[in-house]
């Protein structure tokens, strides 16, 4: 089973989180998987057999999960939405991939002993991204020092502060971390992710069935 979290919080901005939910679902979405057809009893050679089990193995879909974590079961985003969480931000640990949305509340949490010691993520086993501000957080928790980043320009200053190297790019990436400036860097961050965790082909495929006409639907869909 491939996990991702989003993490989200009150204040969250709206298009942080489901920006990242749609585009890090599509690998299900678009790739429910199908179980090969069973041949007939006694029909089959050992060979043709193991062909079968071969084409049964699960499509990128099929054992996929994407989870919202909280602090709380349920968060209000900047617009005013009530989110119900999947459960709390420490089993974001136990996740293969983790993404930290944004909004004004990163400015606090990223000082936040508590709120930090209970977000454990570890870029040595998982990969960890950050949307906009939510970069702070990542900072905040001592991954970013002596490292290039990037985040929402509002929160440079913030940035900097924890030891982080800014950058002005939309996308900064490294091993196993990845940051993104503004909203629709997003769509690029999640096409690194699902390159990392099933292949390009893939990645590509989801990411572009999102972009506008001219950029990517007409690929497949033309």
Not at 60 to 70: A, E, F, N
Not at 145 to 167: Q, S
Not at 172 to 193: K, N, P, Q, S, Y
Request: net charge negative; charged share 25%.
């Amino acid at each position: 089973m491939t996990s991702i979290a989003i993490i989200a919080f009150d204040g969250v901005t709206d298009i942080d989180v489901f920006l990242h939910w749609d585009f890090l679902n599509r690998p299900l979405t678009m790739f429910p998987g199908e179980q090969a057809e069973s041949a007939p009893e006694g029909d089959a050679s050992n060979g043709d057999a193991e062909e079968a089990d071969e084409e049964a193995e699960p499509k990128p879909g099929r054992d996929w999960s994407v989870s919202i974590l909280g602090t709380m079961p349920q968060h209000t985003t900047m617009a005013g939405l009530e989110l119900p969480m999947h459960g709390t931000i420490e089993s974001a640990r136990d996740m293969d991939a983790v993404v930290v949305a944004s909004g004004p509340l990163t400015r606090e949490l990223m000082n936040d002993a508590e709120f930090l010691s209970r977000l454990l993520l570890d870029p040595d086993d998982q990969y960890v991204c950050s949307q906009c501000s939510g970069a702070l957080i990542l900072g905040g928790a001592g991954l970013l020092g002596g490292l290039e980043a990037t985040t929402y320009p509002t929160a440079r200053e913030e940035l900097e502060n924890t030891g982080a190297i800014f950058v002005d790019k939309p996308l900064v990436t490294h091993e196993r971390m990845a940051m993104a400036a503004g909203c629709l860097a997003g769509a690029e961050l999640d096409r690194w992710l699902l390159t990392k965790l099933i292949d390009k082909e893939t990645a590509d495929k989801c990411i572009d069935s999102g972009l506008g006409w001219g950029n990517g639907i007409e690929k497949d869909y033309a």
